[in-house]
């Protein structure tokens, strides 16, 4: 017997799809553990402290929210399996996923795979990852630890520009690192950020480390003409050069963008295969923010409850 509703991921999205599929009497199946920076529960798992999400006005820490996604979701009636799903087949229905050599069949299935930062791989990068380097300025800049600080923000591209103009509300001066000596980003907001007094690019430039033992306290940069290294003292360092959404599985039987984001319809859940239905980052190229994931999730696990009624 194939299971009515399958959820791939376990962040804000997939666990709300969850919550109101299993409110719904659908007993969703959750495949939690597919995310391809290999954490399961997605981005929020690497994130120490969440100011933004409504209803927690002294913060909670991202695995600690994400814990609490998955309790309610599971006292409502969903099922949780810690495995990968490592291939799928979406061309009839009920649709194959495979976990390792065990098939499971879904009349119908929403994806929540959500996407990975970029990051540079930098060799002090793991230590001081959320001690100073966040690849989230909207969701980590209003934090304590960089307010009235100096921050360095890395990109060239719209996102890079938005993200050092944001932090300028917090940090004592923006330091916009970028590896040419122009912007890809679009002349408007090109334009704000040049005229910003707050806001100091260095260009050509590139870092190539991150300085502090506990903490960040400064970002080591190359110049890529002369080759010179300088250090730049500062409490932040933001990671603005893009999203991976993890859609590698589906490539070829969904359809994706030029970047690998999954296309819905409209404003709906939808996507190009009927009775497949995406939510969260995987699918928003946009905002990627846990608030937007989980409200994707409600809107994916009502569109996937109306299209069972229908089927």
């Given at each position: 017997m ?5 959820i ?16 719904a ?9 597919f ?10 798992m ?10 927690f ?10 814990g ?25 229905r ?21 996407a ?10 793991e ?16 934090l304590p630890i960089?307010?009235?600080k ?18 300028t509300h ?23 950020v040049?005229s910003?007094?707050?806001i ?10 991150a ?32 999203h991976t959404p ?5 490539a ?5 963008d ?11 859940t ?16 946009v ?24 089927a």
């Amino acid at each position: 017997m194939s299971e009515r509703v399958v959820i791939i991921g376990s962040g804000p999205a997939g666990l709300t799809a969850a919550l109101y599929a299993a409110r719904a009497g659908l007993e969703p199946l959750v495949f939690e553990g597919f995310m391809a920076g290999g954490v399961a529960g997605g981005q929020l798992m690497t994130t120490t402290e969440v100011e933004n999400f409504p209803g927690f006005p002294d913060g909670i820490t991202g695995p600690e929210l994400v814990g609490r996604m998955r309790a309610q979701s599971e006292k409502c009636g969903a099922r949780f399996r810690p495995e990968d799903v490592d291939r799928a087949d979406l061309s009839a229905r009920p649709f194959a996923l495979w976990a390792g050599d065990e098939k499971v069949e879904a009349q119908s299935l929403i994806i929540a795979t959500g996407a990975t930062a970029k990051r540079l791989s930098l060799p002090s990068e793991e230590r001081l990852w959320n001690r100073g380097i966040s690849a989230c300025a909207v969701c980590d800049g209003a934090l304590p630890i960089f307010r009235g600080k100096v921050l360095v923000v890395v990109g060239g591209g719209d996102t890079a520009m938005e993200e050092a103009t944001y932090l300028t509300h917090f940090a004592s001066k923006v330091v916009l690192v970028h590896r040419r000596r122009e912007f890809r980003a679009s002349k408007a907001m090109q334009a704000r950020v040049l005229s910003n007094p707050k806001i100091e690019v260095r260009w050509n430039a590139v870092p190539v480390d991150a300085l502090g033992e506990k903490v960040l306290e400064g970002v080591r940069v190359r110049d890529v003409a002369s080759g010179a290294e300088s250090d730049i003292p500062a409490s932040g360092l933001f990671y603005a050069i893009g999203h991976t959404p993890n859609t590698a599985l589906f490539a070829g039987q969904l359809e994706r963008d030029e970047t690998g984001y999954l296309v819905t319809r409209g404003r709906s859940t939808h996507t190009s295969v009927e009775g497949v239905f995406a939510a969260g980052d995987v699918q928003d190229r946009v905002y990627r923010q846990a608030v937007t994931a989980a409200g994707s999730g409600c809107m994916a696990a009502l569109d996937c409850e109306r299209w069972l009624a229908g089927a």
